[in-house]
């Protein structure tokens, strides 16, 4: 093979220095050896020169050409020479972060050996692996960066946060206010006189110290456009101040992705692979909780059957997904399961192994998307499918005038030894931690002091379970709360999103996420005796609180409130293609009362 005018100029300037650097002799002649040299050069820079030994093989008589042929070979500059996996090794200790594969080489017992017969086995297969590393990782490889891709990522998660903050602001007031249903000031008065001091630790949040209705507007609207670590701290606070309406897994998702992209604002390699790795465990563990829960619907790939109607707030596109053929639906069952349980694994391979696995959870999330309001859940999701591209692939993505604009700096220096350290640390604490939650969900038993760690940080939501939908709902109960002023003509509220009126078609609201409406397809799952907020709903249905009553679409009472309530059941079902060529969505039929009916003492201000 021809040797490249930049090998030439190497050369001339090499002998001219006097060789002050260490060389890297390969075979011009293999295409395996020129592309991972080349990949190399441009890994190491000017610490290393790199020659075919077709031109240097003159110079280094003591060498035979067998040897050339068979490894490369390593001289350092004082002549002391290495051939095969030990100089590919010392020649890759010479980028940055990459030396610990020669410290594993020479500290670790039975790493050498392995390490020669591999790359002896590598040698003998040349061809065969030339095909394999340009099909996984490209025709032309160079070291991957990852400016582009933290620019995007970092500004996307900040648009998530922003999403959220003003979803959870516009309800704060109902759900959580002086006047709401579940007031933030009752949770302080009393956790704070039964925990004490350790309060701010077990509940991390900015409500300690003020709880007025000011402070929750405050933390939501500040929330809006603050740097990361300051949303990480007001989102957190929210996840506790908003108590039964701040439970579901996409608030725990939305720190961990959070307290994460700030990781890698200032730890851009370590903040990467943590990406990757909370990307892995959510795909993973939402696969395995399906199979582990034994539903039945799961395991003969009749779940979507279901799901389309029964999940808690369905888009207009749902209807139609759910007239697939039974036989199209176990296929997209089939396929789910395909992508949550074997692409992740992907995740970890080489980068376009990774683009299989990301185009994969981004077709998933997308048809997710399309079918079921699930706020930023999905595109927080598809936003993690970034860390899984290189610089050089979104290059071809991004226009080209777009792509000029981005502020992309150079590689930074490496951080000084206590930063790398303490970086390392929590790298190292979180992936501890993470091993704990998903040996833990997935019925194991940890080691005591995993355990011991992983409660320790649990306040800080750091890292969390994931796996939604483990258990299949095979039919959809709706819960239809009516109001009446003599306790024979009743009028119903209804809600902004979930299922009320049979002729109003599923409302789209991504990346909104209504805390009421879902909170209420969970409680068609539960008895209501246990669900206490449910009755102070109902208490400030009855005082016509403005509040709470601003998050319904419709309030039947508006001038004076109702004298009495209560809430019925019904089993909803999608209409048929008749009835929704006439403009009906739904169908329902009446299940009895889902709670009693209801009044509010007067004296008390309490139900009765």
């Given amino acids: 093979m021809p040797v490249e005018p930049r090998d030439q100029q190497a050369n001339v300037a090499d002998r001219l220095s006097g060789r002050d650097r260490p060389v890297l002799i390969y075979d011009g002649d293999c295409g395996f050896c020129v592309y991972w040299a080349h990949y190399w050069q441009r890994l190491t820079g000017e610490r290393v020169t790199y020659r075919p030994y077709q031109q240097a093989a003159v110079e280094y008589p003591d060498i035979t050409i067998a040897d050339f042929q068979r490894a490369v ?68 490889y160079e070291p991957p960066r990852y400016e582009l891709v933290s620019f995007l990522f970092l500004r996307g998660f900040g648009l998530i946060y922003l999403a959220a ?64 670590l300051l949303l990480y701290v007001l989102y957190l606070s929210l996840l506790y101040a908003g108590q039964t309406f701040m439970t579901y897994q996409w608030d725990t998702f939305l720190l961990e992705g959070g307290f994460l992209a700030l990781l890698l604002s200032f730890a851009r390699m370590p903040g990467i692979w943590l990406l990757r790795w909370l990307l892995f465990r959510f795909m993973f563990m939402s696969g395995m909780v399906k199979l582990l829960s034994g539903d039945p619907n799961w395991w003969n790939l009749s779940a979507l059957s279901y799901h389309f109607l029964t999940q808690p707030l369905p888009t207009p596109l749902a209807w139609y997904a759910a007239q697939l053929s039974p036989a199209a639906l176990r296929f997209a069952t089939g396929a789910v399961f395909f992508i949550e349980l074997v692409l992740p694994f992907l995740i970890f391979c080489p980068r376009r192994a990774r683009f299989c696995a990301a185009f994969g959870i981004l077709l998933l999330e997308a048809c997710i998307l399309l079918t079921g309001n699930y706020n930023w859940f999905n595109i927080q999701t598809m936003l993690l499918c970034l860390p899984l591209f290189d610089d050089a692939a979104l290059r071809w993505l991004l226009p080209v005038r777009l792509h000029r604009l981005l502020p992309v700096t150079a590689d930074t220096a490496l951080p000084d030894r206590l930063r790398r350290l303490a970086v390392g640390a929590l790298a190292l604490l979180i992936v501890l931690c993470s091993l704990v939650e998903m040996d833990t969900r997935f019925g194991g038993d940890p080691p005591a002091a995993a355990q011991s760690i992983d409660r320790f940080i649990e306040p800080l939501r750091i890292v969390s379970s994931y796996g939604l939908f483990s258990i299949m709902t095979t039919k959809r109960g709706e819960i239809v709360i009516e109001g009446s002023y003599d306790g024979s003509e009743w009028h119903e509220y209804e809600f902004r999103y979930k299922p009320g009126d049979l002729a109003r078609p599923p409302p789209w609201n991504i990346p909104h996420q ?27 249905l009855l005082e016509n609180e403005p509040t709470v009553i601003a998050l319904l679409e419709k309030n039947p009472f508006p001038d004076k409130p109702p004298v009495y309530i209560r809430a019925w059941f019904y089993d909803y079902g999608f209409s048929d293609a008749a009835a929704k060529a006439r403009g009906m969505w739904w169908q329902r039929q009446s299940l009895g009362p889902y709670s009693p009916v209801v009044q509010l003492n007067a004296q008390h201000k309490q139900l009765q």
């Fill in 73 to 140: 070979q390593f001289i350092a500059p004082d002549g002391r020479r290495a051939s095969a996996a030990e100089a590919s090794l010392l020649t890759l200790s010479h980028a940055p972060g990459k030396g610990w594969w020669l410290w594993l080489y020479r500290r670790l017992p039975g790493f050498e050996p392995l390490a020669e017969l591999a790359y002896a086995f590598t040698a003998a297969h040349r061809p065969a692996f030339f095909r394999i590393s340009r099909l996984l990782w490209g025709r032309d």
């Fill in 165 to 228: 903050f003003l979803s959870f602001a516009v309800q704060a007031q109902g759900l959580i206010g002086s006047h709401g249903i579940l007031p933030v000031t009752e949770l302080v008065e009393a956790v704070g006189a039964s925990l004490g001091r350790s309060r701010f630790w077990l509940m991390p949040m900015v409500f300690w110290w003020n709880s007025s209705d000011l402070a929750i507007k405050a933390v939501c609207w500040t929330g809006v456009g603050l740097a990361l």
């Fill in 514 to 540: 209504p805390r009421l409406d879902w909170q209420m397809w969970f409680a068609a799952l539960d008895d209501p005796r246990g669900l206490p907020w449910f009755w102070r709903l109902l208490q400030r």
